[in-house]
């Protein structure tokens, strides 16, 4: 398969995200896209591992190159999920103070 | 056109029309519902990548746990899906066409490189998504990282618990 395709469909993906967080006001709706993008990138890294690590097999038989690549998808997942836990604790607060999860109030946060 | 291309195409489709459903629908938990869907694909592209153990993972921490907390923060808040603010639609519009004008302007970018031109993705071979490479890696070149991770969840679960108090 060529790595193009695998470009295109995360492009795909990621430009969901992005109009996702541009038109949603609920801020659930947009963390969760948020959550979208990062997967797109995390499997484009896939993609490019696969690449540089097929591309290393024929020189090299038994070379683990790329390998680097799936470690950072890891750490992504990792940061990822820690992001989801206070970025909800916060939406949960807002929600106590405002009743609502439109995101035209966070900029109360300050207050 | 062989199993794989097929599979690739069935995924991508599937991925895509969940991802946009994630946005149409009108009630929180239905967006949710069609996320897992997303990451389920997503999890099928890393399975057809030979990348096995980031399936797992990605079914287990995304599908599993991430979003099962965001189940639970819905129904904690009960919103009523027809009480939710809407953009208006002039706003909707200009997010769609520059959403759309980000996909065009790197597809574009992307289809004149020259140093992508005929590179393959190995697909269904190769062993550096098993488990037992990754061990090792994770384990010898990136065993600092991964201690600093740990700190990293520490933080947050306090900062969670911190926020969530008040």
Redesign the interface.
Request: glycine share 8%.
């Given at each position: 398969?060529?790595?193009?395709?695998?470009?295109?469909?995360c492009?795909?993906?990621f430009?969901?995200?992005?109009?996702?967080v541009?038109?949603?006001?609920?801020a659930?709706?947009v963390?969760?896209?948020i959550?979208?993008m990062l997967?797109a990138v995390?499997?484009l890294l896939?993609?490019f591992?696969?690449?540089h690590?097929?591309?290393a097999?024929q020189i090299a038989p038994g070379s683990?190159a790329?390998?680097?690549a799936?470690?950072f998808?890891?750490?992504i997942?990792?940061?990822?999920?820690?992001?989801?836990?206070?970025g909800?604790?916060?939406?949960?607060?807002m929600?106590r103070n405002t009743h609502?999860?439109?995101i035209?109030f966070l900029n109360r946060l300050k207050n | 056109m062989d199993t794989?291309?097929i599979l690739?195409y069935a995924l991508?489709a599937f991925?895509?029309v969940s991802?946009?459903m994630?946005?149409v629908s009108k009630n929180?938990i239905h967006?949710?519902l069609w996320?897992i869907l997303?990451?389920f694909a997503?999890s099928g592209?890393?399975i057809i990548?030979?990348?096995q153990?980031?399936a797992i993972?990605?079914i287990i921490?995304?599908a599993g746990?991430?979003m099962v907390?965001?189940l639970f923060?819905?129904m904690?808040?009960n919103?009523q899906s027809d009480k939710?603010?809407?953009?208006k639609l002039l706003?909707?519009f200009?997010?769609?066409l520059?959403?759309?004008s980000?996909?065009i302007l790197?597809?574009a970018l992307?289809?004149q490189t020259a140093q992508?031109e005929?590179?393959?993705?190995?697909?269904k071979e190769?062993?550096?998504?098993l488990i037992h490479?990754?061990g090792k890696?994770?384990f010898n070149?990136?065993v600092l990282?991964f201690e600093i991770?740990s700190v990293?969840?520490l933080?947050?679960?306090v900062?969670?618990?911190i926020?969530?108090k008040?």
């Open positions: 398969m060529p790595i193009q395709y695998y470009i295109f469909f492009l795909t993906l430009s969901i995200g992005v109009i996702g541009l038109t949603r006001r609920n659930i709706i963390f969760m896209c959550e979208l997967n995390n499997l896939v993609a591992s696969k690449m690590n097929g591309a097999l683990t790329g390998i680097d799936q470690i998808v890891f750490f997942m990792v940061v990822a999920a820690a992001e989801v836990s206070v909800l604790a916060i939406i949960v607060m929600f609502s999860v439109d035209n | 794989l291309e690739f991508s991925a895509i991802a946009i994630v946005l929180p967006s949710v996320l997303v990451f997503i592209h890393y990548l030979n990348a153990f980031l993972v990605n921490v995304y746990a991430i907390l965001f923060v819905i904690l808040m919103v939710e603010p809407q953009k706003i909707k200009i997010g769609v520059s959403g759309g980000l996909l790197l597809i992307v289809k992508l005929g590179k393959q993705v190995l697909m190769g062993t550096i998504g490479p990754l890696a994770l070149d990136y990282p991770s990293l969840f933080s947050a679960m900062g969670a618990v926020i969530g008040k």
